[in-house]
């Protein structure tokens, strides 16, 4: 079963397995950190679908269609 970040749930830990994004948007988020291997947590869903998520420390919001392309595994 493929898991995005966006189907992940609120108040799990998953770890990026792979971003499959256009090549600006993905180097922003290297830029912020988010490779794969790295830990991310969910911590909340909102009704538009955008995700708040932790990432090494720092809180994010990232919207569905992108959460979508980020591969992930639960940890």
Avoid: C, W
């Avoid at 955008?50 to 595994?73: K, P």
């Amino acid at each position: 079963m493929n898991v995005t970040l966006r189907n992940a749930e609120p108040g799990r830990s998953v770890r990026i397995l792979d971003i499959d994004l256009a090549a600006a948007p993905q180097h922003r988020l290297r830029a912020l950190g988010m490779i794969p291997g790295t830990k991310v947590s969910v911590l909340q869903k909102k009704r538009s679908g955008t995700l708040v998520i932790n990432l090494r420390g720092t809180r994010f919001a990232l919207g569905s269609a992108m959460a979508e392309r980020i591969g992930v595994e639960y940890v």
